[in-house]
């Protein structure tokens, strides 16, 4: 800011002389107006704004004034800013960028950072002399410059040393704000210095690596550092080893990869059975290996910054791969009740034996049991429903083998026969020339083989389980008995069943019975037999009673249709003479397709005539 000595007026000594007063009562008196009321510098804003404007007026002085007179820090002459004569209007200096107005107040435009400060107005009244000297002050606000983090320990162990971080920033009041992870700092370990400038974690641990980021703010603006994150060195943790299965067969290649949490990054090495193997590093390769191979691994991680170490150990074992195993048993068809053995021959050693049955796991019990390394299976009393496919599997820790299925067979029966029809009487009834057809059932394996008799004897002709007739007659009437046979268990069993050839029933009157061919038959021969024996009893009687034997002449009429009477009568050659006649009426019943009612009795006449 420039600044003239000299007066504003020429010969410049009254100016002088002014200001050297005006600086030498400047030291005594205070800034009261004429009244005795405090005389202040009051800005017409809290703050100024980089490149905004501020007003300080001047308040509490009412008296006439001669001159106003600015000052910055002190009221010194090296340190006027202007002075002001109120009769004439003039600031000198006059071309600065600080305007002096007509009530003493003071304009200040494009403030920068620099006009914060403290301001002195000086009021010289109308006889001359310094009437008041008032103080402001006020400060300018920009954007704050960008803070930057500075640690005291850029790789801290975990657990063991204490880091503090501060935020700097080339400004002044201003305010520090910390923020870990977007959230501000919290916990006893979090310590911040009074100024909130300097954080302090006590005892860091891996979580506590941030990022870090410190901010700044001021009236009118905020501003935050880069983040930061500490580089913690911790570890090795505890190392694992990959892959967890730890079997391997004969022949394989074994690879192992062993990893721990660690900074730095770990390094490694590798031993079997207590011997350090060649391999230092993360990953370990074995090709072909044999049953050699087989024990513990251990995978050792250290970390030479922490000077810290750790270990893991992991079993490996080696093993043949199962071959398929032999299954044989003492027999593959046994009778039921009877006792079997099933072994299971392992082609390697050390195997385990697993059982099956039909593709499920064989359930043990009372009657099926293994020996005790389960190479045989036995089954006590066997059932029908052991019958099926057996299998024995072989298995170690790296795989396992099934033998072929052995199939089982169980004889039984023949047993529970029965027919069908299967009446509960034991007895059916067919009706003449319809077809009959029996069916023999039994329980048997391997199927049972028939025979059949009727009344005793063996017909050849039906072999199977079924017997047919495909229109009975009477003859087929009786007794008929199915003999099945199990050839296998040596066993057989038979049953009977009575047929009866029956008759259809009468579609008419009658009592609604029915008659058999051979009752029918019996009343044919019984009506002419009675037709015979009248026939000769009228004969006898006629010849002797006339003396003489007459011609007779016996007609016999037959009707077409069934159930007519038949008539037999004598005729004389001659018209006029009266001729003794017979007539004989029956009933000639043979089997009918339906049964019908039998006819009522017709009455038999004789008559005889004398000449």
Not at 95 to 124: C, M, W
Not at 321 to 344: D, F, Q, R, V, W
Not at 502 to 514: C, D, F, L, M, Q
Request: proline share 7%; net charge negative.
């Amino acid at each position: 800011m420039e600044r003239t000595s000299e007066a504003p007026h020429s010969g410049g000594s009254p100016w002088k002389e002014l200001l050297i007063t005006a600086s030498i009562l400047s030291c005594w008196i205070q800034p009261m107006s004429a009244q005795g009321a405090a005389v202040t510098v009051v800005p017409s804003l809290s703050y100024g704004t980089v490149g905004g404007s501020i007003i300080l007026d001047i308040q509490g002085f009412s008296g006439e004034v001669l001159s106003y007179s600015w000052y910055r820090k002190s009221v010194d002459n090296s340190n006027l800013i202007a002075a002001y004569s109120v009769s004439s209007g003039v600031q000198t200096p006059a071309d600065i960028r600080e305007k002096i107005f007509s009530n003493g107040s003071l304009l200040i435009p494009d403030l920068t950072l620099n006009d914060s400060d403290v301001y002195y107005a000086q009021i010289v009244n109308s006889g001359g002399l310094i009437a008041a000297t008032a103080r402001g002050q006020f400060t300018v606000y920009g954007p704050p410059p960008k803070p930057t983090i500075i640690s005291t320990n850029m790789a801290p162990v975990e657990n063991k040393d204490n880091v503090s971080l501060t935020c700097q920033a080339e400004s002044q009041n201003i305010t520090y704000l910390w923020f870990i992870n977007q959230n501000p700092p919290a916990g006893d370990r979090m310590v911040l210095s009074p100024d909130n400038k300097t954080l302090t974690i006590i005892n860091v641990t891996r979580e506590d690596q941030g990022p870090y980021v410190c901010e700044i703010q001021n009236p009118v603006s905020v501003n935050r550092s880069d983040p930061f994150t500490l580089n913690i060195t911790y570890g090795p943790d505890p190392p694992m080893i990959l892959p967890t299965d730890p079997h391997y067969p004969v022949g394989a290649t074994l690879e192992l990869s062993c990893s721990a949490v660690s900074n730095p990054p770990a390094q490694y090495t590798w031993l079997i059975n207590g011997t350090q193997m060649v391999s230092t590093t993360q990953n370990v390769s074995i090709p072909n290996v044999s049953l050699n191979y087989t024990g513990t691994y251990t995978c050792n991680a250290s970390n030479s910054v922490t000077g810290l170490s750790s270990t893991t150990d992991i079993s490996i074992t080696i093993s043949e791969t199962p071959a398929k195993p032999n299954i044989s048993a003492n027999s593959t068809n046994i009778l039921e009740n009877g006792t079997l053995a099933i072994t299971c021959s392992p082609e390697n050693e050390g195997m385990n034996i697993l059982w099956f049955f039909n593709n499920q796991p064989l359930s043990l019990s009372e009657r099926m049991n293994t020996s005790e390394d389960n190479q045989t299976l036995t089954i006590k009393s066997v059932k029908r429903e052991d019958a099926g496919s057996y299998q024995c599997e072989v298995w170690n820790l790296i795989g396992a083998n099934r033998s072929d299925p052995l199939t089982l067979t169980v004889s039984y029966g023949p047993e529970h026969i029965m027919f069908v029809p299967n009446p509960e009487n034991g007895e059916i009834e067919v009706k003449f020339k319809d077809p009959l057809n029996l069916m023999c059932q039994v329980g048997s394996y391997p199927p049972a083989l028939y025979e059949w008799q009727v009344n005793g004897t063996v017909n050849s002709n039906f072999s199977s389980n079924t017997y047919v007739i495909k229109s009975v007659s009477w003859e087929d009437s009786g007794n008929y008995t199915c003999l099945a046979k199990n050839n296998v268990t040596n066993l057989s069993i038979s049953r009977d069943i009575t047929v009866k050839v029956v008759a259809e029933k009468s579609t008419g009157g009658g009592n609604g019975s029915s008659l058999s061919g051979g009752a029918i038959a019996g009343i044919v021969i019984g009506v002419l037999a009675g037709v015979a024996l009248i026939g000769a009893l009228i004969y006898f009687l006629f010849f002797r009673k006339t003396g003489g034997a007459s011609e007779h002449h016996l007609t016999e009429h037959k009707s077409s249709a069934p159930n007519h009477s038949r008539t037999f009568s004598d005729s004389s050659p001659k018209g006029t003479d009266e001729v003794p006649y017979t007539t004989v009426n029956f009933n000639a019943q043979k089997p009918p397709a339906k049964a019908q009612s039998p006819p009522p009795t017709e009455t038999v006449y004789s008559e005889i005539k004398k000449k």
